[in-house]
């Protein structure tokens, strides 16, 4: 079964760092580009962070620019998210989503149309 599986997710207190991975399970990454998203209850999903299947372009949603980095290692087949700064509206379910072909400019990834999903990670920052 091809599927995508996100990892690294918990209760975190304002101010605190997380990492979230992001595998493959039936088939290898290195091919996709990566897409983070978010969904916090009540609300619609929202892009966090893309990146691109070689790792050399990347784009993140404004809320997020500057504390939180993507990353991905080809060699492990994994995509990070490494989450720095967290506030209390960070809280959310965390997903990863593969597309074989993603542009990573303005906002192009938003509107792709994604192969794989995973089925998310919860992330709650609060004290």
């Known amino acids: 079964q091809l599927q995508l599986v996100e990892s690294g997710g918990g209760l975190v207190q304002p101010g605190g760092s997380l990492r979230l991975s992001c595998a493959a399970a039936?088939?290898?990454?290195?091919?996709?580009?990566i897409g983070w998203f978010r969904q916090a209850p009540g609300k619609k999903r929202e892009g966090v962070s893309c990146?691109?299947?070689?790792?050399?372009?990347?784009n993140y949603a404004n809320s997020v620019k500057g504390r939180f980095m993507i990353s991905r290692d080809n060699s492990n087949h994994t995509v990070y998210l490494q989450m720095n700064s967290l506030k209390p509206e960070d809280t959310a379910v965390y997903y990863c989503a593969a597309a074989i072909l993603l542009h990573t400019y303005g906002s192009s990834w938003l509107e792709t149309p994604y192969d794989f999903w995973g089925q998310g990670t919860q992330v709650t920052v609060s004290s």
């Open positions: 039936g088939f290898t990454l290195d091919s996709y580009g």
């Open positions: 990146i691109s299947a070689s790792g050399g372009s990347t």
